[in-house]
Protein backbone atom coordinates (compact mmCIF):
# COMPACT_ATOMS: atom_id res chain seq x y z
CA UNK A 1 0.00 0.00 0.00
CA UNK A 2 1.33 3.23 -1.13
CA UNK A 3 2.31 5.65 2.04
CA UNK A 4 0.05 8.85 2.05
CA UNK A 5 3.14 10.68 3.89
CA UNK A 6 5.53 12.45 2.14
CA UNK A 7 9.38 12.44 2.71
CA UNK A 8 9.04 16.23 3.55
CA UNK A 9 6.23 15.79 5.43
CA UNK A 10 8.09 13.46 7.69
CA UNK A 11 10.63 15.24 8.17
CA UNK A 12 8.92 18.26 9.44
CA UNK A 13 7.33 16.22 11.93
CA UNK A 14 10.42 15.22 13.40
CA UNK A 15 12.42 18.55 13.28
CA UNK A 16 9.03 19.60 15.26
CA UNK A 17 9.21 16.48 17.91
CA UNK A 18 12.91 16.95 17.80
CA UNK A 19 12.15 21.08 19.15
CA UNK A 20 9.45 20.29 21.44
CA UNK A 21 11.43 18.08 23.18
CA UNK A 22 14.48 20.23 23.45
CA UNK A 23 16.51 17.28 22.01
CA UNK A 24 19.03 19.08 19.94
CA UNK A 25 21.61 21.77 19.73
CA UNK A 26 23.12 24.16 17.42
CA UNK A 27 22.11 24.64 15.05
CA UNK A 28 18.61 25.28 15.75
CA UNK A 29 15.91 24.85 14.91
CA UNK A 30 16.78 21.89 13.63
CA UNK A 31 14.29 22.47 10.49
CA UNK A 32 16.32 21.76 6.73
CA UNK A 33 19.64 20.17 8.90
CA UNK A 34 20.58 16.64 10.08
CA UNK A 35 19.49 17.36 13.52
CA UNK A 36 22.41 17.62 16.12
CA UNK A 37 20.83 15.98 18.63
CA UNK A 38 21.56 15.68 22.54
CA UNK A 39 23.88 13.11 23.66
CA UNK A 40 25.24 12.42 19.95
CA UNK A 41 28.93 11.71 21.43
CA UNK A 42 27.38 9.12 23.53
CA UNK A 43 25.53 7.51 20.25
CA UNK A 44 29.34 7.98 17.81
CA UNK A 45 31.08 5.87 21.26
CA UNK A 46 29.00 2.95 20.96
CA UNK A 47 29.37 2.86 16.93
CA UNK A 48 32.85 3.19 17.28
CA UNK A 49 32.70 0.06 19.52
CA UNK A 50 30.55 -1.82 17.74
CA UNK A 51 32.06 -5.26 16.85
CA UNK A 52 31.63 -4.51 12.93
CA UNK A 53 33.14 -1.50 13.29
CA UNK A 54 36.10 -1.47 16.31
CA UNK A 55 38.58 -2.95 13.84
CA UNK A 56 38.36 -0.96 11.17
CA UNK A 57 41.25 1.91 10.29
CA UNK A 58 39.68 3.97 7.81
CA UNK A 59 36.32 5.57 7.73
CA UNK A 60 34.44 8.09 5.31
CA UNK A 61 32.37 10.25 7.81
CA UNK A 62 30.15 13.49 6.84
CA UNK A 63 30.65 16.71 7.80
CA UNK A 64 27.42 17.41 9.51
CA UNK A 65 28.09 18.84 13.50
CA UNK A 66 26.29 15.77 14.81
CA UNK A 67 28.96 13.62 13.84
CA UNK A 68 31.99 15.92 15.01
CA UNK A 69 32.18 14.28 18.31
CA UNK A 70 32.38 10.61 16.83
CA UNK A 71 34.87 12.27 14.31
CA UNK A 72 37.24 13.80 17.40
CA UNK A 73 36.61 9.64 18.98
CA UNK A 74 37.60 8.05 15.65
CA UNK A 75 40.76 10.23 15.05
CA UNK A 76 41.89 9.74 18.80
CA UNK A 77 41.44 5.76 18.08
CA UNK A 78 43.82 6.43 15.49
CA UNK A 79 41.57 5.99 12.36
CA UNK A 80 42.32 7.57 9.10
CA UNK A 81 38.85 9.79 8.01
CA UNK A 82 37.82 11.00 4.75
CA UNK A 83 35.25 13.75 5.30
CA UNK A 84 33.63 15.70 2.42
CA UNK A 85 35.50 19.39 1.36
CA UNK A 86 32.83 22.13 2.07
CA UNK A 87 34.33 24.43 -0.06
CA UNK A 88 34.56 22.30 -3.73
CA UNK A 89 31.14 21.07 -4.86
CA UNK A 90 30.67 17.86 -5.95
CA UNK A 91 30.70 17.70 -9.83
CA UNK A 92 29.94 14.75 -12.21
CA UNK A 93 30.11 12.15 -9.45
CA UNK A 94 33.93 13.67 -8.19
CA UNK A 95 34.07 14.60 -4.81
CA UNK A 96 37.20 16.31 -2.77
CA UNK A 97 37.31 14.87 0.42
CA UNK A 98 40.33 16.20 3.13
CA UNK A 99 41.63 13.01 4.48
CA UNK A 100 42.79 13.51 8.68
CA UNK A 101 44.62 11.53 11.21
CA UNK A 102 44.78 14.12 13.39
CA UNK A 103 42.41 14.56 16.66
CA UNK A 104 42.46 18.49 15.40
CA UNK A 105 40.81 17.31 11.95
CA UNK A 106 37.61 17.05 13.68
CA UNK A 107 36.00 20.37 13.43
CA UNK A 108 35.60 21.57 10.02
CA UNK A 109 37.18 24.92 10.78
CA UNK A 110 40.23 22.68 11.37
CA UNK A 111 40.41 20.71 8.39
CA UNK A 112 42.18 23.31 5.75
CA UNK A 113 44.92 23.61 8.42
CA UNK A 114 45.63 19.75 9.34
CA UNK A 115 43.89 17.47 6.40
CA UNK A 116 45.12 16.55 2.94
CA UNK A 117 42.69 17.60 0.40
CA UNK A 118 42.22 14.32 -2.20
CA UNK A 119 39.97 13.89 -4.78
CA UNK A 120 37.53 11.16 -5.44
CA UNK A 121 36.99 9.75 -9.21
CA UNK A 122 34.64 7.31 -9.70
CA UNK A 123 36.29 4.33 -10.98
CA UNK A 124 39.60 6.27 -10.93
CA UNK A 125 41.13 7.78 -7.75
CA UNK A 126 38.86 5.64 -4.72
CA UNK A 127 39.37 6.87 -1.55
CA UNK A 128 42.51 4.43 -0.28
CA UNK A 129 41.46 2.40 2.20
CA UNK A 130 38.24 3.09 2.86
CA UNK A 131 36.23 0.61 5.25
CA UNK A 132 32.72 1.79 5.44
CA UNK A 133 30.93 5.50 5.97
CA UNK A 134 28.88 7.01 8.54
CA UNK A 135 26.54 9.43 7.23
CA UNK A 136 23.81 11.53 9.50
CA UNK A 137 20.37 11.19 9.23
CA UNK A 138 16.94 13.00 9.81
CA UNK A 139 14.71 9.67 10.42
CA UNK A 140 15.92 5.63 10.33
CA UNK A 141 13.72 2.72 9.89
CA UNK A 142 14.33 -0.74 12.46
CA UNK A 143 14.89 -2.60 8.91
CA UNK A 144 17.64 -0.06 8.26
CA UNK A 145 16.03 2.59 6.28
CA UNK A 146 17.50 6.15 6.40
CA UNK A 147 15.59 9.70 5.44
CA UNK A 148 18.37 12.13 4.88
CA UNK A 149 17.58 15.92 4.96
CA UNK A 150 16.50 16.01 1.16
CA UNK A 151 20.11 17.20 -0.44
CA UNK A 152 23.67 17.68 -0.06
CA UNK A 153 26.63 15.16 0.27
CA UNK A 154 24.91 11.80 0.63
CA UNK A 155 21.46 12.72 0.38
CA UNK A 156 20.66 9.63 -2.08
CA UNK A 157 23.57 7.48 -0.05
CA UNK A 158 26.58 7.67 -1.67
CA UNK A 159 27.28 4.31 -4.21
CA UNK A 160 30.21 3.63 -3.13
CA UNK A 161 29.42 -0.22 -2.27
CA UNK A 162 30.86 0.15 1.42
CA UNK A 163 28.51 -0.70 4.22
CA UNK A 164 26.89 2.45 5.42
CA UNK A 165 26.15 3.41 8.97
CA UNK A 166 24.56 6.20 10.90
CA UNK A 167 23.37 7.93 14.21
CA UNK A 168 20.22 8.24 15.63
CA UNK A 169 18.08 9.49 18.60
CA UNK A 170 15.48 7.62 20.20
CA UNK A 171 13.23 10.14 18.26
CA UNK A 172 14.35 9.68 15.43
CA UNK A 173 13.51 6.23 15.22
CA UNK A 174 10.49 3.97 13.81
CA UNK A 175 9.77 0.53 13.15
CA UNK A 176 9.61 1.13 9.44
CA UNK A 177 9.41 4.57 7.60
CA UNK A 178 6.05 5.92 6.61
CA UNK A 179 7.99 7.36 3.42
CA UNK A 180 10.46 6.44 0.96
CA UNK A 181 13.78 6.05 1.97
CA UNK A 182 16.82 7.62 0.55
CA UNK A 183 19.08 4.67 1.44
CA UNK A 184 19.68 1.92 3.53
CA UNK A 185 22.04 1.51 6.37
CA UNK A 186 23.23 -1.46 8.25
CA UNK A 187 24.17 -0.19 11.82
CA UNK A 188 22.40 2.23 13.55
CA UNK A 189 24.59 4.30 16.65
CA UNK A 190 21.55 5.73 19.82
CA UNK A 191 22.69 7.25 22.92
CA UNK A 192 21.55 4.28 24.49
CA UNK A 193 23.63 1.61 22.03
CA UNK A 194 23.97 -0.08 18.42
CA UNK A 195 20.91 -1.27 16.27
CA UNK A 196 21.11 -3.78 13.79
CA UNK A 197 18.64 -3.61 11.52
CA UNK A 198 16.98 -7.04 11.29
CA UNK A 199 15.57 -6.81 7.58
CA UNK A 200 18.13 -5.81 5.16
Avoid at 39 to 56: D, E, I, K, W
Wanted: charged share 15%; hydrophobic share 40%.
Amino acid sequence: MESSVTPGAYREQLWTALMRARACAYPLPPHGHHPNFTRARQAGRHLLAHPQVSGLHTLIVGPERVLAPLRKLALEAGVTLYVPHQKKPAQHGQVWYWRLTDPAGARLSAMPGVGEPVLYVPGKHPLEGAQAAVIASVAVGGDGARLGKGFGWAARGLGLGLPELTLAHPLMLSSVLPCAADSRVVLIGTPDGVLEPSNL
